[in-house]
Structures are given as structure tokens and as C-alpha cells.
């Protein structure tokens, strides 16, 4: 069925006998024990973590008990061998499994030779090591069980597989579980297991699914530990490229409503057509003529009088007269021949039948098909039957072309403008009594409409269950929605916050009660997406723990209401104030007696908190709650160490330590990294849509500063300008269909207004090309109107199905795309390298980011293009490339498209433009941050940052007078005012609730350039201390030459920030000749230059073989090497003996290409 060919068939039972013998030999090292407790019993001392009465048996008793089991006994059928593994395990896959159990019953393949059998758990790991295996696929609901399956391979001295974990794919709008399919069926809700609307695999192949387009989704899906729901759209649309050049096309008509068609001066004639229009090998098919011709009245009624209409397979055909009835319907219509007129493009297209004596219409009922389940994802806990989808199967009368009548079952065809539909039952015509058997069609959805695509066609209803809500705001239909934890555990961490905010300020009860509910319903919600507990540890960051773990840690505590732990926050309070009071009177030189009794009131504060909480109070510097500090009014840190805070979990209640600053490193730990230093470095915010996020004004003003620089300078070049619509109608992106391909899975569509479906979707723009060029075509009349240079800043969206990555890889990302036309080839590539030199100087001049510049190959140039230069950056920490802008020349392909043509002034002759595009986009603040943040944080280069220089006050102690404080604040705020005056972007923190070395804290993981501190110290020797954020390089500076010493290390910062990432870009750039070098240097982490012979075949191959079979990072398997570009600046000429590096290959290279690992 899936035309899988297995090398070989294998069951479980061949090794039943082997088996057997490592369970002995488990019993006989005492690693397992045979046990006859009640299976209720034993569940419930797996739960406590008892250990079973049979625990200690010795290893006669073990055997003995076994051998009962052998047999099959009574004694023995209550009995069960399980491993000894650890009963005080968290995870309660270790505790003790069962291994063997007795059952006197017949096996489908071994009969009764054997009356034990072993569990799948003993079972699998054996099975996987001695047949060979490498790597074990296992869903992540397995993840529990793979501790267990390391065990029993090291128990029994077995090869080791590795285990490679990856997620369910979970679809909408269906249930994929056995059980509720099963309902399915016996409820009689669908034909069979293989109804078209079922997920399976008869299903999905019944309803027209390929097994090359199941293929292509599966490898483009690759695997993944996120938990993806997906829509069934992305599957579909990879089906459509599949069937799309093959499938015949065909001509079909709603039966209902047609209207006749009355053709002068034509004679009944047979035409022989393309049965494909772009695929000659499909063959041809037959096309009647005649005077009398059907049509449907849905197209009748756009006919005009005097008006051509374009009649598909014939010609233009003139309506003459349109006869109509009383109430205004169409009854009939005449037409005349005016095939001379070859004028298609603004004309109606409708399909049309006629009607001769030598054929007949091919009778035909179609099915189209709707979602079982109403509700695209339905929660843990509800009832799927309380969502049936009614109506879900529609049937339609066509008629249709004669030569439909030869279709087999299981043929696809497309029926023009109907869509694609598969043969689930052929024509047939009984010799006897001429009875017909309709052909019998299913509709094959496309990836681009909806499951019931066209008004003409009854409308679907779907059952919604009482409470939800009507969504009144358009509806963007997606392609692939990723269920991110990381979303709702923000949730989580904001209300837990909230809850504790309200109880430090004492809100009423009422409000408290409130905040607590919202968060108790958001932790059920974490537990019904993840399967696992919420717990909070510290940087305000979650992790997973079993519900096992956390009752066992919770049993052993007092449990603590939300009035208590008011209590406990007031004590607390109370005794930060004590221990404030007895520092300052100690500093002031108070009395003995009032140290003391200010003293005796903390102790006592103190004794109050630990028998109210349990614990020993601690004082804390920065609230448990989050990364934010608290108020800190003694004396500052001379050290100005990182302040660390001591955290409760309110699930455990176990002491945890948080920094505030990073707590993943780049090189050991790369994605979370990242993840957090784009978060705590005040960059983004997540957003309640996956793969869409905030962009803070820490990142906007880096974008701002690039689109300001790069708008003027491309205004000296001529450009204007200009903003077109968001939107794209289905015709328009149609026609780009070619070039729009590689977008067709990742566009979202507007389908719905409120609750009101559109007749026609709307595309949000994945990229302008079909909403400009429309345009140009009517502005360009004359090569006088040439050229047109235009750009646009605005967003797009593309709904990236793979993993979204913040800047990255985003589903909307803010870019400039500039579209330009000229009346010459020359004038267009000239402005091509233009364009790529400002994007080369955007990276190296403004993010002191060194890339390398060069043309792309014909594998990965611009879709339609005719060449696509680029300049790529490199991220040393992952060893990959990253695109970082790009600039097309398009040639004359897009204008031929769209009819972007003027009169040549020389030849009088039709001529198309020469068109270029180019893009920018948020893509270059991820690539600044890979490149120059550290572990500390952000590392932002000078041009570009918000701040550029943080001036901090420092050295205010309790004895500092307020003319001192007064003073010292006052050049503070002097000495930013004359670098704002100087050009610097210069601010002052005055914050008087942070110390200063939280502050320095702060800006250091925000990346700003320069710290400037000021001290009493300072001010009396009129100086200040300059710290660069690059290297920690402190400077002590004259304040009398701050406006030009400033300036000057802000240059040099850039300039050693661009020379480091240099010298990591050149020590990671290799050359290699030969086929075992380039892999080594790949694994390095490196980028190699290598002879190629640009083929695309070749280019495949080399992606291909150049992957690692081990997993790499996360468990993920190694990409495959691609090519980044063909670099302008060449290492070396190609020998005339050089060969092409991929060892198979025998073209000759033309040029030496950069290939790497890439974003």
C-alpha cells in the first residue's frame, strides 16, 4: 500500500527462546525476582514505593517460582518477573517493571510451545541490539521508558542502540486514537476504515493522497521534539505538486442549473487537445463541438451582450443575444464564432460541454468531504462525541466529458476549474439492460482552499458545542501551528507574579482569590498540554517533574494556604525593615540599649517567620519572584558582586538560587542560550502566537538606526518610496504560481470576516511581487517611464512550518524590499552590486559583522530569477552560515509575466523590462547577537545601540549628605547632557532603589558600549571611570576631554568588535580538495571553499552524502553541507586538472564555492 519493500520481516517471537535465557540470567545475578502479589496490590506499593514481599527472595525461590511459571501451574499464573531496578525512582518506570508474565494461551505464530511471554518493555530493548539496529525511534511519550531501556541493555550486557526521540504529529480537526476512530465506525458515522475522512493511511489514499506526496511531507516534516498541531492544508499541499503535472485535465458541469448555449455556424467536430497543457506526455483527449453547448448558469450570468467570452479548449465565442424569463434568469444564450480574435486576457474562462449524437455525457457523482471533529484542537478533558462534525460528506450530480467514462479506480484527474478529484468508482454500463453505474469522484483538497471549496456546492455545517465563542475578527488560516510550552508557561510565571504582587501590597481577599483561580487554571492548562506538573525554579524559569516526584516531595511538608503565606510575606517584610533599622543605628553609633532592642525585635521577628513557615528566615537582596531586585538601602557591595537572591518554589519549598544574569553558556548550550539573552537582554517578548513576538524598543532601535542609514543612501541612487497593499488576492498570487511555489506551504490566508466566509480567500503577502508588478505593467507605456526604482519598509508573513526562531526564523518579520525596472540589462546588474555593496557596509560599518559576498548558485538562486548575489555572515558558536541580504536579477522573466513592456526606441519593436529586487530584513539583529554576545549577555556594537553610553552615579553610602548626593547626581546628568550634545546617545541612571552593582549588572546584559561610573572620589579629581562592554577594559578619563575621548572609543570598540568576529570568521574558513577533508572540516565546524561544477544534481548529492548519521546537538541529526554562495574573492584559480569535490562527480568545477551548515 505505502510501496514500502521491507529487506527482511522480523517478529519478536524468533528470539523468544533467547529471551528466555536472559531472564534466567537476570534471576540468577539477583536482578530481577518473581513476585505473586495482587496486581491491585502491587500498583498501589509502585505508587507508595514499597517494596514487594518478594523482594528478597532468594535466587532458589526465584528459579523455582519461574519454573511454575514455565509450566503454567496455578501457582505459576499468579506470578510475574520483574526487574530489580530502584523502587525509590522518581520515575515510576523503574520501579521494579514487570518483565515476564504467565499466560496459558496460544500464540498467533508459536502456538503453545510457550506459556510465558515476555513485556514489551524487557522485549524491546533485546530486539532493537541484537537485530541490529542503530538508532531506536521512539515518540517522546516514551521519554519515561528510556532510563528503563538503558538499564536492562547494561543489565544484560547488549550493544547499545541510541535512542532518538521525536513528537507525535497531532492534525486538526480529527482524533487519532484507535479507540475513538473504532466509535467512528460502529456508530456508523463513516463508510469504513478507509472512509476519506478518516487519518489513516486507506484513508488519506482513498481521498487522493500519493505516496510520493506522503513521502516528500514526511522528509520535508523531518523530526522534532515540539509538539506540533498541524493542519491538514501542509500535508495537502505537498500532495498537489505531486498529482499537479500529471494528473489529465478533464471537463465536468454541475448537473442543476445549466443554461444552453446556441452556436452559430458551426459545424459537430471532434478537436484533439493536450490532455495536460504543460505535460505533453500525458497524452490528448477528445473535444466535441457542436451548435448546442451546456454551460452552467453561475457563468451564464456574467455573459454581456457584444462581449467575447473565452469558451476553454475552443476559443472566443461573441455572445450575440442573452434570452431571459420573467423573473430575470438566464434561459438561454447566442453565441457566434470569433476565433480570429486571440485576445484571452480580459475575458471570462468557463468550462462547457457540448452536446452531439456520436457522445455521450459520462454521468458522475461527486463527494466532498469535511472535517469529522468541528473544533480544530480539542482539550484533554473533553468529550470528542460532543464535537461530531454533521454533514461532513456532500454529493454532487455533474456531467462530464466522455472520455471520463475509461477512468480506472484509483485515477486522478483535475476537472477544470473544479479542482482535483481521484476515481473511487469507475463507469460502468450494464450490456443487458443498458443501467449505468455513475462514475464516482472524491475530491482531493489542494493545500490552498478550503475542505468544501466552492459557494456553489452545499454548505458544510459543524456542530459546535454550547459556550464558544464567535470569533467576530478575520480568521487567518494557517499552515502549521506549533503548540509551544515555553507560551503557556510565561503564562504561569506572569500570574504567579501577579498573585504575589497583590499579597506584598495587601489586596483584598477578593483580589488575591481571583489571582490564585487564573493561576490554578493555567497550571491545569500546563499539565493538560505537557502531561506534567508546573514547577518553577530559578531565573524565573519552569522545569518538568513527575507528578510522582512532587507528591512524594509535598507529603513530606506542611502544606501552605494563601492566608498563611499572606502571613508569612507581612513577617517577612517586617523583618527586612528590623534588620534595615539595626544597620542603621550600628552605622550611626547608637546606643548600646537601643542596638539592643532594635536587636531582641529582629530576633523575635525572626523566630515568628520559622515557626509560621517552617524554615529559617533569609534575608534576601532581590525578590524570590523574578529577575527584578529589591530596594537596598544598607551599605553597597564594594566588590559590586552579581546579587543572588534565595527563592522558595511554591511547589516545593525547596531553596534555590537565581542570577540575574545568564545561566546558559553560548558554547555548551546555544539555543537556550539565545533564548535567554534576546529575553533578559530586554529584546523581544513572547507573544500568545507562536512564532510571532514583540520587538522591544531595545530591538526596534536597532532596526531603525539600519533603515535610517540604509533609506538615505538609497535615496542618493535614485530610489523612492512607496506602500502597497498587505494583501493578495488568489488570481494575482496564482499567477506567480511558479515563483510563489516555495511559499505556497508557508502562506496564510484570510477566509472569514467575522462570521462571514469569503468568497474568495485573501493571501497575506509572503513577498510583493505579485501586488507591485501589476502596477508597473500600467505605469510602463513608454521607455520614457523607465526606470522605476522603488522600495518598500514594511512587514510579510510566511507561516514557517519548521521550528520559529526569534529574528531568525519568524512567521511576520519587518524587512525593506526594493523592486526596480530598467530599460536595459546593464542598468539593472550595475544596480544589483549597488545594492549588495550598502548591504555588505550595513554588516560591516554599522554591526561590525565581516561577511563574505559572492553569488548564489543555480540551486538556491531566487525562484524566476536570472542571478542572486548575497553576502553571508558566519555564526562561529554552531559552525553555520546565515544569509545575511540579497540582490536579484530578475532578468525579463517577471515583466513577460506580468506585461511589464514598453516600444523599443530603436527598433520599434516590443520590448520587456529588466527587472531587479532586493531585501534587508530583522534577520541582522539575530545574526549581531550570535556573533558578539557573550555569557553575560548582550554585546551590542556602538553604531547601532539604543544606548551608547550608561553613566552611573556610585560610592552613595548612609553617611553621604544630601549637598554630597545633590552634587554628584548634578554632574551626572551634566555629563550626559555634553555627550548628547557631541552626538552620543548618553543616558544617566538615577534609579535610588538599585545599587550600583546591580546596575552594572543590568547594562552589561543589555550590551551597552560604555559604563561610565562617577564617585565622590571622581568628582573631587574631576574624572570619571570609562568600562567597555566588549572586553571589561576600564579607563580612568579626564572629564575635561569626555566630548572627544567618548566618541573615540566608541570607534574603537566597533573596530576591535569587527576585528574579532574577523579573525573567528577567517580561522573557521577552510579550503579542500578532496571528498574527506571537506567532511572533517565540516564537522569543525567550518565553512569550506571547494571546487564545484554548480550542477544541481551534484549540489543534492553533496547535501545528501556530506550529513552525519550521529546525531549531533539535542539529538538531532547533523544537516547535510549546502552551498552559502560562490565568493567574488576567489582563494585560488582552478587548475585544469581540478575535479569537482563530490567524489562522483565527473563535470569539470567552474568556480571555487563556499559550502557549509547553514540557518
Known amino acids: 500500500m505505502l510501496e514500502i519493500k521491507p529487506d527482511e ?183 469504513g476504515w478507509d472512509d476519506p475522512r478518516f487519518p489513516t493511511v486507506r484513508g488519506v489514499l482513498r481521498r487522493g493522497m500519493t505516496v510520493e506526496g506522503l513521502k516528500q511531507f514526511i522528509v520535508a516534516q523531518g523530526s522534532s521534539r515540539s509538539v506540533v498541531m498541524m493542519e491538514w492544508d501542509k500535508i495537502w499541499s505537498f500532495n498537489r505538486k505531486v498529482i499537479d503535472p500529471i494528473a489529465p ?97 480580459n475575458t471570462i474562462k468557463i468550462t462547457w460541454l457540448a452536446e452531439v449524437k456520436n457522445s455521450s455525457f459520462t454521468p458522475i457523482i461527486s463527494h466532498y468531504f469535511d472535517h469529522i471533529i468541528s473544533k480544530s484542537v480539542l482539550g484533554k478533558d473533553e468529550d470528542f462525541k460532543q464535537y461530531i462534525g454533521q454533514d461532513t460528506k456532500v454529493s454532487v450530480e455533474m456531467i462530464g466529458d466522455e472520455d471520463l467514462k475509461t477512468l480506472k479506480k484509483g485515477d486522478i484527474i483535475q476537472l477544470q476549474r473544479k479542482g482535483f478529484f481521484i476515481c473511487d468508482v469507475p463507469f460502468s454500463q450494464k450490456c443487458t439492460t443498458n443501467e449505468e453505474q ?20 452545499p454548505k458544510v455545517k459543524t456542530q459546535v458545542a454550547a459556550g464558544d465563542n464567535k470569533k467576530s475578527e478575520a480568521v487567518i488560516k494557517s499552515e502549521g501551528v506549533g503548540v509551544e510550552e515555553h507560551e ?43 502531561g ?45 525593615e528590623a534588620g534595615s533599622k539595626v544597620r542603621l543605628l550600628k552605622s550611626a553609633k547608637a546606643s548600646k540599649a537601643d542596638i539592643e532592642a532594635a536587636v531582641k525585635l529582629l530576633l523575635d521577628l525572626k523566630k515568628q517567620y520559622k515557626e509560621m513557615t517552617g524554615e529559617d528566615y533569609q534575608a534576601a537582596t532581590a525578590p524570590a519572584i523574578s529577575d527584578q531586585p529589591v530596594p537596598k538601602k544598607d551599605r553597597e557591595n564594594k566588590k559590586q558582586q552579581v546579587p543572588k537572591v534565595q527563592e522558595v518554589s511554591s511547589n516545593t519549598n525547596l531553596k534555590k538560587q537565581t542570577r540575574l544574569g545568564l ?23 513572547y507573544y500568545d502566537v507562536s512564532g510571532c513576538y514583540i520587538l522591544r524598543p531595545w530591538s526596534y532601535s536597532i532596526w531603525e538606526t539600519l533603515r535610517d542609514w540604509f533609506d538615505k543612501e538609497i535615496k542618493k541612487l535614485g530610489v523612492k518610496n512607496a506602500y502597497f497593499p498587505i494583501f493578495v488576492s488568489h488570481s494575482a498570487l496564482e499567477k506567480e504560481k511558479n515563483h510563489i511555489a516555495d511559499f505556497a506551504p508557508e502562506v496564510a490566508w484570510v477566509t472569514k470576516s467575522g462570521d462571514t466566509t469569503l468568497a474568495e480567500p485573501v493571501a497575506i503577502r509572503p513577498t510583493s511581487e505579485t501586488i507591485m508588478y501589476p502596477a508597473y505593467a500600467k505605469w510602463v507605456q513608454s521607455y520614457r517611464d523607465l526606470p522605476i526604482k522603488l522600495n518598500q519598509w514594511n512587514n510579510v508573513v510566511r507561516w514557517e512550518f519548521k521550528h520559529p526562531q526569534p529574528f531568525l526564523r519568524t512567521r511576520e518579520f519587518l524587512w525593506q524590499e526594493g523592486h526596480t525596472a530598467f530599460a536595459t540589462y546593464e542598468e539593472a546588474e550595475v544596480e544589483v552590486y549597488q545594492i549588495l555593496d550598502l548591504y555588505e557596509k550595513v554588516y560591516s560599518e554599522l554591526l561590525a559583522i565581516p561577511v563574505i559576498p559572492g553569488r548564489k548558485t543555480e540551486k538556491e538562486k ?40 514598453f516600444d523599443d526606441p530603436e527598433t520599434k519593436l516590443k520590448k520587456f523590462a529588466y527587472q531587479n529586487s532586493w531585501g534587508l530584513s530583522t534577520r541582522t539583529i539575530g545574526a549581531m547577537v550570535m556573533v558578539h554576545s557573550d555569557d553575560q549577555g548582550l554585546v551590542l556594537p556602538p553604531r547601532v545601540a539604543m544606548v551608547q553610553a550608561i553613566i552611573i552615579p556610585c560610592g552613595i553610602t548612609v553617611t553621604t549628605s544630601e549637598v554630597e548626593k545633590k552634587a554628584l547626581l548634578d554632574v551626572c546628568q551634566t555629563c550626559a547632557k555634553e555627550l548628547v550634545d557631541a552626538g552620543v546617545r548618553a543616558e544617566t541612571d538615577l534609579r535610588d532603589n538599585y545599587s550600583p552593582g546591580w546596575k552594572f549588572n543590568d547594562w552589561e546584559l543589555k550590551g551597552v558600549p560604555i559604563r561610565i561610573e562617577i564617585g565622590p572620589r571622581d568628582l573631587k579629581e574631576n574624572q570619571y571611570v570609562a568600562v567597555r562592554r566588549d572586553n571589561g577594559v576600564k579607563s580612568t578619563l579626564k572629564y575635561l576631554t569626555l566630548k572627544e575621548d567618548i566618541p573615540k572609543l566608541l570607534n574603537e570598540i566597533h573596530n576591535s568588535m569587527f576585528q574579532k568576529a574577523k579573525s573567528e570568521l577567517d580561522s573557521h574558513i577552510t579550503v579542500a580538495e578532496d571528498w574527506k577533508t571537506f ?81
Open 862 to 901: 531566487f525562484p524566476g530569477g536570472d542571478f542572486t548575489t548575497t553576502v553571508e555572515a558566519f555564526i562561529s558558536a554552531s559552525g553555520r552560515g546565515l544569509q545575511g541580504a540579497t540582490s536579484h536579477h530578475l532578468g525579463q522573466n517577471f515583466s513577460k509575466m506580468f506585461e511589464i513592456a
Open 9 to 191: 520481516f522480523t517478529y519478536t517471537s524468533n528470539h523468544f527462546e533467547l529471551m528466555l535465557g536472559l531472564c534466567l540470567k537476570l534471576l540468577n545475578e539477583g536482578k530481577a525476582y518473581v513476585d505473586d502479589t495482587d496486581p491491585e496490590v502491587m500498583k498501589i506499593e509502585r505508587e507508595k514505593r514499597t517494596h514487594s514481599k518478594n523482594w528478597n527472595n532468594s535466587v532458589q525461590i526465584n528459579i523455582d517460582l519461574w519454573e511454575e511459571m514455565k509450566k503454567g501451574s496455578p501457582a505459576g499464573q499468579k506470578c510475574c518477573v520483574r526487574a530489580k531496578i530502584d523502587m525509590d525512582s522518581p520515575n515510576g518506570c523503574m520501579r521494579d517493571p514487570t518483565i515476564y508474565r504467565c499466560k496459558n494461551e496460544a500464540h498467533p505464530r508459536t502456538g503453545t510451545k510457550y506459556i510465558v511471554y515476555p513485556t514489551y518493555d524487557f522485549a524491546c530493548p533485546i530486539v532493537d541490539s541484537i537485530e541490529g539496529v542503530t538508532h531506536a525511534l521512539r515518540t517522546t511519550e516514551y521519554h519515561d521508558r528510556d532510563a528503563q531501556y538503558y538499564w536492562f541493555i547494561d543489565a544484560l550486557g547488549l550493544r547499545k542502540p541510541y535512542i532518538y526521540s521525536y513528537s507525535r504529529l497531532n492534525l486538526t480537526n480529527t482524533v487519532l486514537s484507535k479507540r475513538k476512530l473504532t466509535w467512528f465506525v460502529e456508530q456508523k458515522l463513516v463508510d
Open 438 to 457: 455513475p462514475l464516482v469522484l472524491n475530491s482531493i483538497p489542494d493545500g490552498h482552499t478550503k475542505e468544501m471549496p466552492t459557494a456553489k456546492l
Open 663 to 685: 545561566e546558559a553558556k553560548k558554547n555548551e548550550d546555544l539555543p537556550e542560550w539565545y533564548s535567554q539573552v534576546i529575553t533578559k537582554g530586554e529584546m523581544i517578548e
Open 1079 to 1159: 567532511c572533517t572540516d565540516l564537522d569543525k565546524k567550518n565553512i569550506i571553499m571547494s571546487p564545484f561544477c554548480g550542477a544541481i544534481p551534484c549540489e543534492e548529492r553533496i547535501k545528501k552524502d556530506s550529513s552525519k548519521d550521529e546525531p549531533s546537538d539535542s539529538g538531532a541529526p547533523a544537516m547535510g553541507a549546502k552551498s552559502l554562495c560562490i565568493p567574488f574573492k576567489q582563494p585560488k584559480d582552478i587548475h585544469t586538472n581540478a575535479k569537482c569535490i563530490h567524489p562522483s562527480c565527473t563535470e569539470k568545477p567552474i568556480k571555487y564555492t563556499l559550502f557549509g551548515r547553514s540557518y
Open 532 to 576: 506534567n506538573e508546573y514547577q518553577a525554579i530559578s531565573g524565573g524559569k519552569q522545569s518538568i517533574v513527575s507528578k510522582e516526584k512532587v507528591e512524594s516531595k509535598t507529603a513530606q511538608q506542611p502544606l501552605k494556604t494563601s492566608r498563611n503565606m499572606g502571613a508569612a510575606e507581612d513577617i517577612r517584610t517586617k523583618t527586612d
Open 488 to 530: 503557556i508557561r510565561a503564562k504561569v510565571d506572569d500570574a504567579g507574579i501577579s498573585v504575589r504582587n497583590l499579597k506584598s501590597t495587601k489586596a483584598s481577599k477578593s483580589e488575591i482569590d481571583a489571582a490564585v483561580k487564573v493561576l490554578l487554571e493555567l497550571k491545569k492548562q500546563f499539565k493538560d498540554l505537557t
Open 249 to 345: 485535465r478533464h471537463t465536468a458541469l454541475t448537473k442543476v442549473n445549466l443554461v444552453v448555449v446556441n452556436v452559430d455556424n458551426i459545424a459537430e467536430e471532434c478537436l484533439q487537445v493536450a490532455a495536460h497543457p504543460k505535460n505533453p506526455e500525458v497524452g490528448s483527449r477528445n473535444v466535441w463541438l457542436s451548435r448546442k453547448v451546456w454551460v452552467e448558469k453561475s457563468d451564464a450570468v456574467l455573459f454581456k451582450e457584444g462581449e467575447n467570452i473565452t469558451f476553454i479548449n475552443w476559443g472566443n465565442l461573441k455572445v450575440l443575444k442573452i434570452l431571459k424569463d420573467a423573473s430575470g434568469e438566464v434561459m438561454s444564450v447566442d453565441v457566434s464564432p470569433n476565433l480570429g480574435d486571440k485576445d484571452y486576457k
